[in-house]
T-cell receptor
Framework: QKEVEQDPGPLSVPEGAIVSLNCTYS??????FMWYRQYSRKGPELLMY????GNKEDGRFTAQVDKSSKYISLFIRDSQPSDSATYLC?????????????FGTGTRLTIIP | EPEVTQTPSHQVTQMGQEVILRCVPI?????FYWYRQILGQKVEFLVS????????KSEIFDDQFSVERPDGSNFTLKIRSTKLEDSAMYFC??????????????FGEGSWLTVV
């Protein structure tokens, strides 16, 4: 079983729709969860970071973590064409000096104007 | 906004040649990383570096790879004898572990390595 599973998509939605992106993980030791956005041939850009179960909101983005189910989600409200990118979930165990991130495969999202 | 910068953005090299990829991490960060992403695949951890030594490395990071912080600002990845399968985007990243909360890892734009 892969440590982090993410539906690769592609996912296409009309502009203005709510987007739901999801990841599951198998390692209970993961404590910190991140969502990155990656445009083609560019570096991952950090969107959201959370370490507890529940919701965290930042503008149009909401990150949700359910540690009991080992499931994390990213919701994008009022989606825009500029949101078209690949979204990567990533997580790590917090050990001092060790922040090795384990990434999902990424979901390619297209927002249709 | 502070950023991680990488050079070169793209390098083509012949199989067997040595390659050095360079990175300037964010200035007040203490932890440095290299990741790679083979085209169409996920981002994979290679190595982490703290206090002038490797703190963790993956099974990918074998003897052909090495990292160095030659001065106070640069962080380099050397691939000694490149193979075709080393063709990938290599990302440098850095983080500031001093704060308890908001522990975040920032990535550079990547160096695209093509081995021919």
């Amino acid at each position: 079983q892969k440590e982090v599973e993410q539906d690769p998509g592609p996912l296409s939605v009309p502009e203005g729709a709510i987007v739901s992106l999801n990841c599951t993980y198998s390692n209970s030791a993961f404590q910190y969860f991140m969502w990155y956005r990656q445009y083609s041939r560019k570096g991952p850009e950090l969107l959201m970071y959370t370490y507890s179960s529940g919701n965290k909101e930042d503008g149009r983005f909401t990150a949700q973590v359910d540690k009991s189910s080992k499931y994390i989600s990213l919701f994008i409200r009022d989606s825009q064409p500029s949101d078209s990118a690949t979204y990567l979930c990533a997580m790590h165990i917090r050990l001092f000096g060790n922040e090795k991130l384990t990434f999902g495969t990424g979901t390619r999202l297209t927002i249709i104007p | 906004e502070p950023e991680v910068t990488q050079t070169p953005s793209h390098q083509v090299t012949q199989m067997g040649q040595e390659v050095i990829l360079r990175c300037v991490p964010i200035s007040n960060h203490l932890y440095f990383y290299w990741y790679r992403q083979i085209l169409g695949q996920k981002v994979e951890f290679l190595v982490s570096f703290y206090n002038n030594e490797i703190s963790e490395k993956s099974e990918i990071f074998d003897d052909q790879f090495s990292v160095e912080r030659p001065d106070g600002s640069n962080f380099t990845l050397k691939i000694r004898s490149t193979k075709l399968e080393d063709s990938a985007m290599y990302f440098c990243a850095s983080s500031d572990f001093r704060r308890y909360s908001g522990n975040t890892i920032y990535f550079g734009e990547g160096s695209w390595l093509t081995v021919v």
